[in-house]
């Protein structure tokens, strides 16, 4: 029987290429002994020193969804996390529905009234510390997703991605998952990519308006 991996996840609930990531990786623990751990990292702070930023115009917007994340997750831990990012990710990405943070709270169970952090800094310093671990791992020049494994020597590696659209299912998400699992026991590997040609596909087709680098034009996340 294989051994139970646990995978690290950080995700900023805006990008919709993360979002796809991330409904693979649910597949992938039907069809593996995968278990996830949901962490959040954050877009406004990648680009916070970039100069050719281009989501600058909506930082403000961008760290609404990702503090109430980190509220979820101080006051009820990882499993409500990955289930208010769930619930996010639903609203935003497949319904076009980024204006109802409380709508998604209730959604996932939550209460309602966590969507007050949304406009609070209370919760900036611990996603800047779970951000900077994201980066430890996987390089500061990387977006998000990452995901972390642990290669069997025990040394604990990041990767920006998988980046993949739409997403796989059933033995084909557990089939990636042994790629990425092959390549991150290969010593010294760091990247293998090619550029993108298409605009997000997600599944079920939803009314999602993800740009390319997950910028949030239009939309009020309040």
Known sequence: MSEQRTV????????PYTWITSRWLVEVTGVRPVTVRWRVMSLSV??????????????????????????VEERFGRQALGEIFTAMGTRFHLRGDW???????????LPRDIAEAAGSTAYDGAIRSSHAQAVALAGGDVGTPVVSVVRPGGE???????????????????????????????????????????????????????????????????
């Open 156 to 222: 604990r590696v990041g990767f920006f991605g998988p980046v993949v659209s739409p997403a796989p299912t059933g033995e084909a998400a557990g089939r990636l998952w042994d790629g990425l699992m092959l390549l991150a026991g290969v010593p010294g590997f760091y990247e293998i990519r090619r550029a993108r040609t298409g605009e997000p596909r997600f599944e079920p087709a939803g009314a999602g308006r993800g740009v390319p680098g997950c910028a949030v034009h239009g939309a009020d996340l309040r």
């Open 99 to 109: 204006g109802n943070l409380a709508g998604a709270l209730a959604d996932a169970g």
């Open 8 to 15: 690290d996840f950080w995700f900023d609930p805006v990008c």
């Open 46 to 71: 990648l680009g916070e020193h970039r100069q050719d930023d281009p989501e600058d115009e909506w930082q403000d917007h961008m760290w609404a969804p990702v503090r109430v994340c980190a509220a």
